[in-house]
């Protein structure tokens, strides 16, 4: 038995405006100078903010602008106290 598959239906059209548009990349500078990817985050240019954005980040100087403006966090992800099972 064989499948049929639509490629333009209404749920492959609604995943297209979760693929990325563009990519932050963050990188640490190692000591020998070669860098290492630590993480990158999707843009999305269906909202006002990812729109606006994808398109600043694309002008000369605004990447170096923005980090200007960063600030960086670490949380870890579960802070949850151990649970005593009683065993």
């Given at each position: 038995?064989?499948?049929a598959?639509?490629?333009?239906?209404s749920a492959s059209q609604s995943n297209e405006k979760?693929?990325?548009s563009a990519f932050l990349?963050?990188?640490l500078r190692r000591p020998d100078g070669s860098r290492v990817k630590i993480g990158a985050i999707p843009m999305h240019d269906n909202k006002e903010?990812?729109?606006?954005?994808i398109a600043r980040l694309q002008e000369e100087?605004?990447?170096e602008a923005m980090m200007k403006l960063?600030?960086?966090?670490?949380?870890?992800?579960n802070?949850?106290?151990p649970v005593n099972l009683g065993f």
């Open positions: 038995m064989a499948f598959f639509d490629n333009q239906s979760w693929k990325a990349n963050f990188w903010v990812g729109k606006a954005l100087g605004a990447v960063m600030e960086v966090d670490f949380q870890l992800a802070k949850a106290e």
